[in-house]
């Protein structure tokens, strides 16, 4: 590069801390969590104790996802006229946030959660 097209290059502009911030699926960083989604879900239900391993959250998720009560609001919450088999599988999230405290409860009971 010759010195005069050095001295009229365009420079990158500096980025004083006035970048925009985006939030949501436009973030552009990965948020990085310590635990599995399957366990914060647990975790915010109380289903499972704050000091609990992933072993165990796993197997209680997996205890919460075949409960029959579970699997039944799936199935309805799904609105499909044939559902499909992995239904109970796919909306665990909406499932428990659409149970009653008493349901929650009694889920707990089922799975044997203290």
Known sequence: MTVKAAKTARKPAKN???????????????????QPSYARLLLRFRLLGKHSGLQ???????RVRSD???VRLSMKLEKVF????AAPFK???QVLAAMSEN???????????K
């Open 16 to 34: 004083n801390g006035s970048h925009e911030r985006r939030l949501g699926p436009m973030q552009t960083h990965r948020k990085r969590e310590e």
């Open 56 to 62: 165990e959250a796993w197997g209680t998720w997996r």
């Open 68 to 70: 029959p009560e579970v």
């Open 82 to 85: 044939l559902p499909s088999v």
């Open 91 to 93: 909306n665990g999230a």
């Open 103 to 113: 349901q929650i409860a009694a889920l707990r009971q089922r799975v044997g959660v």
